[in-house]
């Protein structure tokens, strides 16, 4: 990165754009959604598919993710972008669209290239920068406050269930040690250091930082009480036949996404045939459309950062097909 270069100036990699954008089956005069802007990729295909009818609805928390989207579409009545997690996605639509159903919504979730090669935005274990970790860089703790204040059992709570850090325990009290001392954590650098420090390269492909910082980011910025909220709106505010399109990097968001379409596509399950109805029936309200999709080898090869990536499909049923 140059000097003058910012996360305003860097470029993300769309990752799984066109099989995400096909599969929601896009109607031209429709209402739909991009979860996560970052910078625009999927928006700028939902948009090219869309009439002079149809609209779009975008979310990103991060600031210059925000800006971006502004100043591409701010002449474009069809779009409108939020500063906000998605979970708000049922009040804008109470607020902006008089409650109206969506047709379709896509995420392609965690963080975007800008986000990670600006050293600034502290997400990366080898770019030294502030510890901050936050995709909105306007609330919340930093990861460096927060780091400050948790309990050392919160810290390898975090470490464990976000990243799957077998040495959660050490790492965690390796850095409640550290507050002792005249230097606190205040950079990325000295995270990793510390990281380095306690625990050996055990994974041979992974950095000793990895786990504890992906943990970290994800629980400071909140993404999987996130999804968890977005999912239980989503049975109410799609249409008929609407489209919901996850596009998931991280093993316990590929977890919580797999639960949710369990129980969304359910049904049926206490029909017993030899003693009759044993308690409600449970009616599936979504069907899976084709089965989880990994992204391919040729993506990979062209962009390393979409190696762990899986897309999932699912529609809401009408009435009458349940
Ligand atoms: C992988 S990037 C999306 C890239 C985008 N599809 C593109 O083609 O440019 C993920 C983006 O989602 C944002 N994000 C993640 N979780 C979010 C949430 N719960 N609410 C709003 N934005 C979120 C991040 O700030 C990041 O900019």
Redesign the pocket.
């Known amino acids: 990165m140059t000097q003058n270069q910012t996360s305003r100036t860097l470029k ?1 990699t ?2 799984m ?1 066109d099989q995400a954008v096909d599969a929601l089956n896009i109607d031209p005069t429709g209402l739909y959604v ?9 928006s700028e295909s939902i948009m090219n598919r869309l009439n002079q009818h149809g609209a779009l609805i975008a ?4 600031r210059e ?1 925000y800006e971006h989207a502004h100043k591409k579409y701010h002449n474009d009545a069809r779009f409108k972008i939020f500063q ?4 708000s996605l049922s009040q804008v639509l109470r607020e902006y669209y008089h409650g109206r159903k969506i047709n379709g919504i896509v995420f ?5 290239s800008p ?1 990670i090669d600006d050293p600034k935005r502290g997400f990366s274990f080898s770019k030294n920068g502030p510890l901050d970790m936050r ?1 909105n860089q306007d609330e919340g703790d930093s990861a460096a406050e927060w780091l400050k204040k948790a309990t050392e059992k919160e810290i390898a709570d975090v470490l464990k269930v976000y990243g799957e850090e077998k040495f959660s325990r050490k790492i965690a009290s390796a850095i409640v040690l550290s507050r002792s001392s005249e230097k606190s954590l205040q950079t990325t650098k000295d995270l990793s250091d510390l990281i380095r420090n306690t625990v050996p390269f055990y994974e041979k492909t992974k950095d000793p930082s990895t786990r504890s910082f992906q943990a970290i980011r994800i629980f400071i ?3 999987i009480e ?2 968890r909220d977005i999912c239980e709106q989503l049975p109410l505010i799609l249409s008929d036949h609407g489209r919901v399109v996850f596009v998931s990097f991280q093993s316990i968001e590929h977890r919580v996404i797999k639960q949710f379409i369990k129980k969304v596509t359910a049904g049926n399950e206490s029909f017993d045939s030899l003693s009759g109805l044993i308690g409600p029936i449970k009616k599936p309200s979504f069907k899976r459309i084709g089965k989880a999709t990994q992204v391919s080898n040729d993506e990979v090869m062209d962009n390393r950062r979409s190696r762990s990536a899986w897309m999932r499909v699912l529609e809401k049923l009408s009435c009458q097909d349940t």
Do not use: C, P, W
């Not at 979310?59 to 991060?62: A, I, N």
């Not at 392609?108 to 975007?112: A, E, F, P, T, V």
């Open positions: 993300h769309s990752v754009k991009d979860a996560t802007y970052g910078r625009g990729g999927y979310f990103d928390k991060d993710a906000t997690s998605f979970k392609d979730l965690g963080i975007s986000q995709m910025n909140n993404e996130d999804i």
